[in-house]
């Protein structure tokens, strides 16, 4: 079975802080990987999507970057945050960009 | 840009009731539509999908598609408090991947 791990679960930083956040996919090969983020009572805003290692496509530019070093991972970050960096941010998976899509558990992000 | 729009907003329904949800593509290229569920401060969950026109049913949800209007539409029958949640529309194309919608905030009051 297939399980999508994030961290951390939860972040408070600071306005101008570096941010990372990580997400592992176990039990499924080369898929798909996508982040998003989710305004508080907002709709999700898809930011980035993979489809190989080392490959990642922006969406949205919102002074984010993401990389994939693995396979099975997806790294999102940033040099300096801002305090619309505050949200939801979530990780999923697909087979494919015509499948469903998985996500994970998420990490709620508040800056300061 | 795809635009997909959903109504309405929120809807507040009685324990045993139906909630109806509804959802439109801007774009005549959609591919698909998904429905997903999402509880509070949970990530969302995908509830059923629909490629073809017509109609299909899992248990207490029935999902519409009429492609010719790009438009869908959620029922949910027998509405437990448990169905309150932020319901999301997402539509396909290959163009531009999965766009989400505001979402339909349904609650159900016992």
């Known amino acids: 079975a297939q399980t999508i791990h994030q961290w951390p679960v939860a972040e408070i930083k600071a306005v101008g802080s570096p941010l990372s956040l990580g997400c592992t996919i176990k039990g499924k090969s080369s898929p798909n990987l996508y982040w998003y983020w989710q305004a508080t009572g907002g709709t999700l805003q898809q930011l980035f999507y993979?489809?190989?290692?080392?490959?990642v496509e922006s969406v949205v530019q919102l002074n984010l970057s993401a990389s994939r070093p693995k396979d099975d991972q997806f790294i999102l970050s940033t040099e300096k945050l801002l305090l619309s960096h505050s949200g939801f941010y979530l990780c999923?998976?697909?087979?494919?960009?015509?499948?469903?899509?998985?996500f994970g558990p998420g990490t709620r992000l508040t800056v300061l | 840009q795809q635009k997909v729009q959903q109504s309405p907003e929120s809807l507040i329904v009685p324990e045993g009731g139906m909630a109806s949800l509804n959802c439109t593509s801007s774009?005549?290229?959609?591919?698909y539509f998904w429905w997903y569920r999402q509880h509070s401060g949970k990530s969302p969950k995908m509830l059923m999908?629909?490629?073809?026109?017509g109609e299909k049913e899992e248990g207490r949800f029935t999902v519409h598609l009429n492609k010719a209007s790009l438009h869908t539409s959620l029922h949910i029958r027998d509405s437990q408090p448990s169905d309150s949640a932020l319901y999301l529309c997402a539509a396909y194309n290959y163009a531009q991947g999965l766009t989400f919608g505001l979402g339909t905030r349904v609650s159900v009051f016992p």
């Open positions: 774009d005549r290229n959609v591919d």
């Open positions: 993979s489809i190989t290692v080392g490959q």
């Open positions: 999923a998976w697909s087979l494919g960009g015509s499948y469903e899509q998985y």
């Open positions: 999908s629909i490629f073809s026109n």
